[in-house]
């Protein structure tokens, strides 16, 4: 009684294997994304760019640093690595885009009929990305890349990684959740009462039960809240999962825009009128129609494409120089 006519149907003519019941976080998740898929009205752009350059340069460097680098020490190692995954360059890139195209960087506050809408772009670029865990994916926020150099990033981005894999992301975001939660109480705001009940029914009769293992590892080595809320941007980079190009991305309001990074791969490409093997990656924007118009965001394809063309803007970028 009182469930899905169709799922209802499926139950009785289906043999079922398993019967899963949705974690804490998969609630909201899934809440919210069906929020977005609903109520934000996408637009998706797909975009495939040469890197040759970034690769062609990061395999210069790396081989400048293993001929100068005295024995195995971690410094050298982790410059190598730094030339050879790409992940801390593309976040540190979209960064720097960005702050040329401040339109696609801040939230949205849509009230038609209390102001007809409102978007704030932001000063800070603080970009969440995706961190795969047993447990599923989190997202950490990187404040600011564009203001530090590529080292700084990429240590900033392992030490978020590591933290994320050492922190049970139930018990993260149901505090993330509560803080929501009382938010939208002062706030009054009718349209977070789906997100408040699944909170409050958390926790009254569902709290999530820590995961064993997690009670053991120090506060200081997990994520703390602060650590995933915040963000003005997204980047799910699935390029580093698996092969193929990025899939469309649904945005995370009140966010406006997120990104997707596709696998770098070796493709035939056309070069004076010539096909050719090259370096290329797929990038895929989503953006919320009622921010902006997809005018105003072309600009940042200039941009980035600039940066995979001049790696070294990236790469020897040092505090005070252009972004």
């Known amino acids: 009684m009182f469930q899905d006519f169709r799922v209802a149907y499926l139950r009785k003519h289906v043999k079922v294997k ?7 976080l998969r609630q909201m998740v899934a809440y919210f994304l069906a929020e977005a898929a609903r109520k934000t009205p996408h637009a998706a752009m797909v975009a495939q760019y040469d890197v040759t350059p970034l690769v062609e340069y990061g395999q210069e460097k790396e081989g400048e640093i293993a001929r100068n680098a005295t024995g195995m020490a971690e410094k050298d190692l982790f410059r190598r690595a730094i030339h050879k995954n790409f992940s801390a360059f593309f976040l540190k890139a ?13 939230f949205i506050d849509y009230a038609p009929i209390l102001n007809g809408g409102t978007l704030y772009r932001a000063e ?9 865990t047993k447990y599923g994916v989190v997202r950490p926020v990187l404040r600011n890349p564009h203001l530090k150099p590529l080292e700084q990033v990429a240590s900033e981005m392992r030490d978020l990684v590591r933290r994320a894999r050492r922190t049970d992301p139930e018990q993260l975001y149901f505090e993330a959740a509560r803080i929501y939660a009382w938010e939208g109480i002062r706030q009054l705001d ?3 009462f789906g997100a408040l009940w699944i909170t409050l029914r958390g926790m009254l009769w569902q709290r999530p039960v820590p995961e064993p293992g997690y009670e053991k590892i120090p506060e200081e080595q997990k994520l703390k809240v602060d650590d995933i809320l915040g963000s003005t941007c997204t ?3 699935i390029g580093m999962m698996i092969s193929g190009n990025q899939t469309v991305t649904v945005i995370i309001p009140p966010e406006v825009m997120m990104f997707g990074i596709g696998d770098l791969k070796l493709a035939p490409w056309v070069v004076d009128g010539a096909v050719v093997p090259r370096y290329t990656i797929t990038v895929t924007g989503s953006m919320d129609h009622r921010a902006f118009d997809a005018g105003e965001a072309f600009p940042f394809g200039k941009h980035i494409k600039r940066y ?3 790696p070294n803007l990236i790469f020897e970028w040092n505090e005070g120089d252009p972004i």
């Open 18 to 24: 398993e019967v899963q019941r949705f974690s804490f």
């Open 235 to 237: 980047v799910a980079n």
């Open 190 to 192: 009718l349209k977070a």
């Open 124 to 132: 800070d670029i603080n970009l969440s990305f995706t961190a795969h």
């Open 308 to 310: 995979f063309d001049n």
């Open 94 to 106: 979209i960064a720097h885009s960005l702050h040329h195209t401040p339109c696609m960087n801040g």
